[in-house]
């Protein structure tokens, strides 16, 4: 059913693995090249998606391929909020602040179950608390770049704004109903009770009454790929030079397959 996007995430999936191929050998610093190492970070996390998304679609499981769109999405988005600064100071910061804001999530939840530990429906023990109570500290203490001075004087984790506000205004306006629209099949909604609750009028081929949508998801997807590796290209356009020419061919290549995956749909 499938069939063809089948095939175009395969396709992508071998290309953007040459891609990162061709980066063998480069090294980067952790902190003066955080922005390097966030975007070879990102081309590793595509291809792991491209290939997991073939993988579903060949098993009939095409709405569980939503999760997966919707992480490339969120992808491009936060290397465009990356690169929006003239300057490689203020983009290693933007770096630093997505790198720690699951550690700033998950310590603000810490201190939280801190003042519950005594109480009947804690989940921690009081050492599994301070066990990854630990952890933390000792990843503030060897990740400074993650860190800043908080309003009390306390350490803490940096945060990153809100997906909305990174995507910026043109981005949201053009982008975001679709982000939106997908998410509305990862979670219980009007959407997804149609596909599960009716499952069984459609044992022959239960797959076709999401067609349509998911068809155009899944250019989405490919379109989102193909804007991640243009960004990669350019970035990486000094490292490894005797392998640019053939990056740009991968990312020809790879662009061409998102472009039929997503012809037809207003992208």
């Not at 291809?47 to 992480?71: G, M, V």
């Not at 490919?222 to 005797?242: Q, V």
Request: aromatic letters at 14%.
């Amino acid at each position: 059913m499938f069939k063809e996007q089948i095939n175009r995430f395969k396709n992508c999936n071998e290309l953007i693995s040459k891609f990162g191929k061709s980066l063998n050998g480069c090294e980067f610093d952790e902190i003066e090249q955080a922005v390097e190492v966030y975007f070879l970070m990102s081309i590793k996390l595509v291809e792991r998606h491209s290939k997991a998304i073939s993988i579903l679609l060949q098993n009939e499981l095409p709405i569980e391929t939503f999760p997966l769109i919707r992480n490339l999405m969120e992808t491009y988005f936060k290397l465009n909020w990356i690169i929006e600064p003239d300057n490689n100071s203020e983009r290693r910061e933007r770096v630093f602040k997505l790198e720690a804001h699951s550690f700033g999530e998950y310590d603000r939840e810490m201190q939280l179950i801190k003042k519950h530990l005594d109480k009947d429906y804690s989940f921690f023990t009081k050492s599994e608390y301070f066990r990854i109570s630990e952890f933390l500290e000792t990843e503030r203490e060897n990740q400074k770049q993650l860190t800043k001075q908080g309003r009390d004087g306390k350490v803490i984790y940096k945060s990153a704004p809100p997906l909305a506000q990174i995507m910026g205004h043109v981005f949201r306006v053009k982008y975001y109903h679709f982000y939106r629209f997908i998410c509305a099949y990862i979670h219980p909604s009007p959407f997804l009770k149609t596909f599960l609750l009716n499952l069984n009028k459609y044992k022959e081929n239960p797959n076709h009454i999401v067609v349509p949508s998911v068809n155009q998801s899944l250019g989405i997807g490919l379109k989102f790929m193909s804007l991640t590796i243009g960004y990669c290209l350019e970035i990486f356009k000094s490292f490894n030079l005797e392998n640019q020419k053939n990056r740009i061919l991968y990312y020809n290549e790879i662009e061409r397959n998102a472009f039929e995956g997503y012809k037809g749909y207003i992208i």
